[in-house]
């Protein structure tokens, strides 16, 4: 059984930074692309961004291209979320996720099946 394990949420000002963590169990974490997603009060979970298991290979939904980083350690069976320039419209719960086995990437929540118990994310304006 994975388990992920996320961190580093919490309450920032409009324009600050926040990094988030997500820590897997296993012996397996280099096989999968791993993902971050959201959800917001009354909206459905959303994609944020995903990276491939080597790394490679990226994938960033357009409202945060160019702030957010997604990053990881295969060594440290670790995945991070580097939020730079948080907006109020970032608020939401985020959840790390593990993709599919093989090289390449999803960003369709059905093809991840396991997820994170969530971390708050409040961007006060």
């Known amino acids: 059984q994975v388990q992920l394990v996320e961190s580093g949420g919490g309450l920032v000002q409009a324009g600050g930074s926040l990094r988030l963590s997500c820590a897997a169990s296993?012996?397996?974490?280099?096989?999968?692309?791993m993902g971050w997603f959201r959800q917001a009060p009354g909206k459905e979970r959303n994609v944020v961004t995903v990276?491939?298991?080597?790394?490679?290979?990226?994938y960033y939904a357009d409202s945060v291209k160019g702030r957010f980083t997604i990053s990881r350690d295969n060594a440290k069976n670790t995945v991070y979320l580097q939020m730079n320039s948080l907006k109020p419209e970032d608020t939401a719960v985020y959840y790390c996720?593990?993709?599919?086995?093989?090289?390449?990437?999803?960003?369709?929540?059905?093809?991840?099946?396991?997820w994170g118990q969530g971390t708050q994310v409040t961007v006060s304006s």
């Open positions: 996720a593990r993709g599919p086995s093989g090289a390449g990437i999803s960003w369709l929540s059905r093809d991840y099946n396991y």
């Open positions: 296993g012996r397996t974490f280099s096989w999968y692309a």
């Open positions: 990276i491939s298991r080597s790394g490679d290979i990226t």
